[in-house]
């Protein structure tokens, strides 16, 4: 199989971005896939917090931490690499990226390259669309629209989207499902995947005593969320099985 990297990540804040890579962390495990992770939220770490076992924080802007991770696509096992990219660093993040060689290797077939978009409400997050989407060459960009925390998307005129989305060709729209506000909060004090949540077991493994309402909740959300996955082929396009 063919390393793959997904970036997951926005210029704009507060749009959710860590909670996307959480989901496809989930997703992957729940499809017996081994993925590894890297946190750019330097030095304190968000995504390792939920997934310490899979999660290494990292300095993206800094050559060694570039290395530790583009360095050993080839060498590792785990061929499928997530990068969670703190807010603003997205397009400083690519331009290093491209500076680096990282996408003529891509090109080269050497890697499969995937964008994770996290899209806020305001047209200054569309405005990222005609920023990034060069990147990806067209293939493999997904614009995120995350309602997680009732994001509603109101600024958004119809056609401004539209004619943003005509410059994007070959872009996949992908929504990720508001969660119940209770469940979602219960999840992070919980501090463990969404799936471990689900299955009332504690960051040891041992039972836990979350609430069934809240647990029933999240099962149905994230159950939506493997749906929306599937339904782009997200397995496919990063294990090279996607014949799109």
């Known amino acids: 199989m063919k390393p793959a990297v997904l970036i997951v990540g926005a210029d704009k804040g507060g749009v959710g971005?860590?909670?996307?890579?959480?989901?496809?962390?989930?997703?992957l495990a729940s499809?017996?896939?081994?993925?590894?992770?890297?946190d750019s939220e330097f030095p304190r770490g968000t995504l390792k917090r939920f997934h310490p076992d899979v999660t290494e924080i990292v300095d993206i802007t800094q050559a060694?931490?570039?290395?530790?991770?583009?360095?050993?696509?080839s060498t590792s096992e785990v061929k499928?690499?997530?990068?969670?990219?703190?807010?603003?660093?997205?397009?400083?993040?690519?331009?290093?990226?491209?500076?680096?060689?990282?996408?003529?290797?891509?090109?080269?077939?050497?890697?499969?390259?995937?964008?994770?978009?996290?899209?806020?409400p305001s047209i200054s997050s569309l405005d990222e669309i005609t920023e990034v989407m060069p990147y990806t060459g067209g293939k493999n960009y997904f614009a995120v629209k995350n309602f997680?925390?009732?994001?509603?998307?109101?600024?958004?005129?119809?056609?401004?989207?539209?004619?943003?989305?005509k410059k994007a060709r070959g872009a996949v729209e992908v929504n990720i499902p508001k969660l119940n506000?209770?469940?979602?909060?219960?999840?992070?004090?919980?501090?463990?995947?969404?799936?471990?949540?689900?299955?009332?077991?504690?960051?040891?493994?041992?039972n836990a005593n979350y609430s069934l309402v809240l647990r029933g909740y999240t099962r149905t959300w994230l159950?939506?969320?493997?749906?929306?996955?599937?339904?782009?082929?997200?397995?496919?396009?990063?294990t090279d099985r996607a014949t799109g």
């Not at 077939?109 to 806020?120: C, P, T, V, Y």
């Not at 925390?149 to 989305?165: G, L, Q, V």
């Not at 506000?181 to 041992?206: C, D, R, W, Y």
């Open 80 to 120: 499928i690499s997530l990068i969670d990219i703190r807010a603003g660093l997205l397009s400083s993040t690519l331009k290093a990226f491209t500076d680096i060689g990282f996408f003529d290797a891509v090109r080269a077939g050497e890697f499969n390259f995937l964008l994770f978009h996290i899209l806020g």
């Open 64 to 73: 060694p931490d570039q290395m530790k991770m583009l360095d050993t696509l």
């Open 17 to 27: 971005k860590t909670t996307v890579t959480r989901t496809v962390l989930d997703y």
């Open 223 to 238: 159950n939506q969320i493997i749906g929306e996955f599937d339904r782009v082929g997200l397995l496919d396009r990063l």
């Open 31 to 38: 499809k017996n896939t081994l993925a590894r992770a890297f």
């Open 148 to 165: 997680i925390n009732e994001t509603s998307f109101f600024e958004w005129d119809p056609a401004i989207y539209d004619s943003y989305f």
């Open 181 to 206: 506000e209770m469940a979602f909060e219960q999840v992070e004090l919980s501090g463990v995947p969404f799936s471990t949540f689900i299955k009332n077991k504690n960051a040891q493994g041992h």
